[in-house]
């Protein structure tokens, strides 16, 4: 046989017109890689929703609206998608300011009085998303400087400059109370004027030597309530009047009414559960309780989430007309005698735009009877006098692009997204559908696609799994004995030999499973587990092994399927203490090539709610036995990758290989020994899955997928060799992808376009004498042998 090169572990066949020789061994090898372009946005932006639950986004943090001539801007921060503006006269038409931030949770921020471009981010959202300390711009988001702070704040609460004195900054932190000062030609310094948790600021409308703030109780106790200063913010001391807030308080906000400063409001929360609500009508000098004792109605309604999600307003022209949004909206109009929740209070009776509240805000500069909403399906303005909150999240072109997604699935042109707290939903590539579709609220953290031509996929909530057909009906699938595990690791696993959906037990100590087609019944036992884990991953070559890992987070556990049952193949320790840290196990990526190889990615990081900390990503090949650490990932103050959220490796090459990590996208062309930013077009945020998907085409522009805590999902193109699949074991529709391979080799030779890659599942192939295209041939699994 002629014009046969023999490459890294690979034949690399032009055949033309060429006699083909018999029982040629064709190998696993690489494959040629051409370009690759910038990351793109797939959303979702803008508004989406189910039914249930219309017209959100993300979940937005901070809010401040400036005047901006006789107009106005609305400034959003996102708990971890960056801060964002729009001006008020354009609707919310928005613009991203944070792309370039490094970090993405937006927990305050201030915009210089003077310059709409000067922005102070202070980043960390309390109990969601840690941040890196506080960062400034001076050209709208442009670049970022890093401030030097006397502290190590990882969550800010608010940021102000004080009203008249733009020389004057204070910012209520994690990490105590911060004040900058700096005359005419003097540099300010940052200061620590009061320690401890501070979770709110305020400052007196029309004196800005009286500011007040909250103190969350400390270890030492007794220093939890309002603090007052009198001297712009210099110095500080606690207002320990009767009926004065004080005990356990740990999240709590604070009010002032605008147009009758001495009304203030202050709300607490303690176990997550509102404690109570105070009013003082002489700036503190007394105060009296106005929750009257239960009134409130059902504390899990109204307080539920209020360990992250509280909020305080006084109507500025009324201050017998107050808010407080915790898990639920309520209102009183009479002083805070009678409260009700938004189901009460509207006639309607129809459901307020979203649950969980983080900022309630009046601004002079849109008017008194407009309250502006922050919670986690996005922001919304609520003319208070009427029964609607509009969306202001925007429309599937210019709105806001900040949801966090928990977990992804991609196959072909079809892509399925579980959120926090704002559901499921999916989206298909041209034909009849053109933009997202929801279809249930709440918090989703598992997906998983079943059938991509006919698509069907299934999502867990709540202790349950549900079947959702694309378009249609959904029917849910619960586990009969016990809640199933619901956290923020992926444990769906759909094995695409068997037609079976695999997930783990809510104890976290056995795997279940269900046929797709009998789904609803009960789950059936597969294996009971030598140790209780809290995620679990799959095989995507045989759907012979099973990964899991969790209560002991070093320790990778391999299940293997023996005479159609599963027994531990395996249990090896690849985290633990490595250099004197101990790490974690993240994800996990087996090979759809190689039997026995995969890769992992640790972290010594808290995990998703507290990224940081550095990573590694381990290789193995052989089955498990021993792993290598590849070369290190950057590790820099301001760009750490933290964690390896996600791994994926190029098909047939697997030199190059991608990780997603908590500040983007990292990528190897030689095998993991150097790390390169694969970030054009990608803003700093956390990636929470990555999926390689093949051009089902066969034209050869395949896409690397990217799911975001903070930013939805990305995709870039490579263009390289088309790749055509053959799969004697796999029968039904073919389409010549991994996932639909042809069955037979003369319609995977027929297919493979010019210069592209025919890839074989290892087996015998019988092939027509006379081969007259240029193309490689590549195996896959086990080791292919051609015949005449």
């Not at 490796?649 to 030199?655: A, L, Q, S, T, Y």
Request: proline letters at 6%.
């Amino acid at each position: 046989m002629k014009n046969i090169r023999k490459g890294f572990n690979t034949l690399r066949v032009r055949m033309h017109r060429v006699s083909l020789v018999l029982l040629i061994s064709v190998k696993l090898g690489n494959a040629l890689v051409f370009a690759q372009t910038a990351w793109i946005p797939e959303g979702p932006t803008g508004n989406f929703g189910s039914n249930s639950q219309p017209n959100v986004n993300g979940r937005i943090r901070s809010i401040q609206i400036l005047p901006a001539g006789n107009d106005y801007y609305v400034y959003v921060g996102a708990s971890s998608g960056g801060i964002w503006r729009a001006l008020g006269s354009n609707g919310p038409v928005w613009s991203s300011l944070g792309d370039g931030l490094p970090n993405p949770a937006v927990g305050a921020f201030a915009v210089h009085p003077d310059n709409p471009d000067n922005i102070l981010v202070g980043t960390g959202d309390w109990g969601r998303y840690a941040g890196i300390g506080m960062f400034s711009t001076m050209n709208a988001g442009q670049t970022w400087t890093k401030e030097k702070l006397p502290v190590s704040p990882h969550y800010f609460f608010q940021i102000c400059y004080l009203p008249g004195n733009s020389n004057v900054i204070l910012a209520a932190s994690d990490d105590g109370l911060l004040r900058w000062e700096a005359g005419p030609g003097i540099f300010g310094a940052w200061n620590v004027v009061l320690t401890g948790r501070i979770s709110d600021l305020v400052i007196h409308p029309t004196n800005p030597n009286i500011l007040y703030c909250c103190h969350a109780t400390s270890a030492a106790g007794n220093d939890g309530g309002v603090y007052r200063s009198d001297d712009a913010g210099k110095t500080w001391r606690l207002i320990t009047a009767p009926y004065a807030p004080a005990g356990q308080i740990s999240n709590s906000r604070i009010a002032i009414c605008r147009k009758q400063p001495n009304i203030l409001a202050f709300a607490f929360e303690w176990s997550g559960t509102i404690k109570g609500i105070r009013k003082s009508t002489d700036g503190g000098g007394t105060w009296t309780t106005i929750d009257c004792n239960g009134c409130l109605g059902y504390p899990n309604d109204f307080g539920g989430q209020a360990w992250h999600a509280l909020a305080i307003a006084i109507k500025p022209d009324n201050p017998d007309w107050m808010y407080v949004g915790a898990n639920e909206l309520w209102r009183t109009i009479d002083g805070g005698h009678d409260w009700k929740n938004w189901w009460d209070w509207n006639p309607s009776k129809s459901a307020h735009p979203h649950q969980d509240y983080s900022q309630l805000y009046f601004s002079p500069s849109s008017g008194d009877n407009d309250m502006w909403e922050c919670n986690d399906g996005g922001v919304y303005r609520y003319p208070v006098d009427g029964t609607i909150a509009s969306s202001w999240n925007g429309d599937w072109m210019t709105g806001l692009r900040v949801v966090q997604v928990a977990d992804m699935d991609a196959k072909l042109d079809f892509r399925v997204i579980g959120l926090q707290d704002d559901g499921v939903v999916s989206w298909q590539y041209g034909a009849k559908y053109t933009g997202y579709i929801g279809y249930r609220c709440c918090d989703v953290y598992n997906v998983v696609i079943t059938n991509a031509d006919d698509p069907t996929f299934f999502y867990s909530m709540d202790g349950s799994v549900t079947k959702q057909k694309y378009l249609g009906q959904t029917t849910p699938v619960s586990n009969q004995s016990q809640p199933l595990y619901n956290n923020e690791h992926g444990h769906l696993v759909y094995d695409r030999f068997t037609d079976k959906i695999y997930t783990l037990t809510g104890d976290g100590a056995s795997i279940v499973s269900q046929w797709v087609a009998t789904a609803g019944t009960d789950w059936n036992a597969e294996v009971q587990l030598p140790n209780k884990v809290s995620a679990l991953s799959g095989n995507y070559l045989s759907g012979q092994i099973l990964f899991v890992w969790g209560d002991q987070p070093g320790l990778l556990t391999v299940l293997g399927k023996n005479s159609g049952s599963w027994t531990v193949t395996r249990s090896s320790w690849i985290g633990g203490i490595i250099r004197g840290r101990n790490y974690s196990i993240q994800s996990v990526f087996s090979s759809t090539e190689r039997p026995g190889e995969c890769w992992a990615g640790l972290s010594n990081s808290g995990g998703t709610q507290s990224p940081g900390g550095s990573a590694l990503v381990m290789h193995t090949t052989d089955n498990w036995q021993t792993w290598n650490e590849l070369g290190g990932l950057p590790n820099k103050a301001d760009a750490n990758p933290g964690q390896v959220t996600a791994i994926s490796v190029m098909p047939f090459n697997p030199r190059i290989i991608f990780v997603g990590t908590d500040v983007g996208v990292f990528w190897s062309q030689d095998g993991g020994v150097n790390w390169l930013p694969l970030q054009t077009g990608l803003p700093r945020v956390q990636c929470t899955g990555l999926l390689y998907i093949i051009d089902p085409t066969h034209v050869g522009n395949d896409k690397l997928v990217v799911s975001t805590f903070g930013r939805g999902l990305y995709e870039c193109t490579f263009a390289r060799q088309g790749i055509v699949y053959v799969n004697p074991r796999l029968r039904g529709l073919g389409d010549g992808t991994f996932e639909h391979p042809y069955f037979d080799f003369d319609t995977g030779f027929s297919k493979t376009p010019d210069g592209g890659i025919l890839a074989l599942h290892g087996d015998v192939y019988s092939v027509p004498q006379i081969l007259n295209k240029p193309m490689t041939i590549h195996s896959y699994e086990s080791t292919v042998k051609l015949t005449r």
